[in-house]
T-cell receptor, first 116, second 112 residues
């Protein structure tokens, strides 16, 4: 597609369940980011992919959070044993990197996770 | 490492007031600087950018000048409108395979 696509757009789950969030970046964008946004304000960095590797995963809040990227394209963010404090909007963004990079990020619409 | 510091909100202004949202940064080399905007219920989008010292980025009546001597990129608008109510994020990028670094965001509310 033309933009960054995220699914599901909304997810309601029960505490303790696992969830998977998907991000499909813009074709050709080698850099991919996951952020978490609570209360409609601050961006909390989670993880950054360059190709299929993650040179910076320092923002993952706990070992319940993991992310992978395959084929240098689609990424999934997995949250195991969800807790109520995981409720937030999870944003994905992609960009060019390397010599072609401008630094401009293109964001998806986000996945709103609600943990009951 | 790189960092971006921006003023905490919320900022509440009356329509037609002058807006300044401060942003300062720490980075190695010569980063590119950005302002992103997130309108209520929408995703983040690029508002403006500047790629070198003394450049001025502008869009939709907003402006920001890349000041290397003060390591700042303050966002300004001469006369805000209710439709400018949003969260504004300052960001920097050092190039190559470095990741983009964001500030915490500043919520702006413009009242009629």
């Amino acid at each position: 597609g033309a933009g960054v696509s995220q699914s599901p757009s909304n997810k309601v789950t029960e505490k303790g369940k696992d969830v998977e969030l998907r991000c499909d970046p813009i074709s050709g964008h080698t850099a991919l980011y996951w952020y978490r946004q609570s209360l409609g304000q601050g961006l909390e960095f989670l993880i950054y992919f360059q190709g299929n590797s993650a040179p910076d995963k320092s923002g993952l809040p706990s070992d319940r959070f993991s992310a992978e990227r395959t084929g240098g394209s689609v990424s999934t963010l997995t949250i195991q044993r969800t807790q109520q404090e995981d409720s937030a909007v999870y944003l994905c963004a992609s960009s060019l990197a390397g010599l072609a990079a401008t630094g401009e990020l293109f964001f998806g619409e986000g996945s709103r996770l609600t943990v009951l | 490492g790189n960092s971006v510091t921006q003023m905490e909100g919320p900022v509440t202004l009356s329509e037609e007031a002058f807006l300044t949202i401060n942003c300062t940064y720490t980075a190695t080399g010569y980063p590119s600087l950005f302002w992103y905007v997130q309108y209520p219920g929408e995703g983040l989008q690029l508002l403006l950018k500047a790629t070198k010292a003394d450049d001025k980025g502008s869009n939709k009546g907003f402006e920001a000048t890349y000041r290397k001597e003060t390591t700042s990129f303050h966002l300004e608008k001469g006369s805000v409108q209710v439709s400018d109510s949003a969260v504004y994020f300052c960001a920097l990028y050092s190039g190559g395979y470095q990741k983009v670094t964001f500030g915490i965001g500043t919520k702006l509310q413009v009242i009629p």
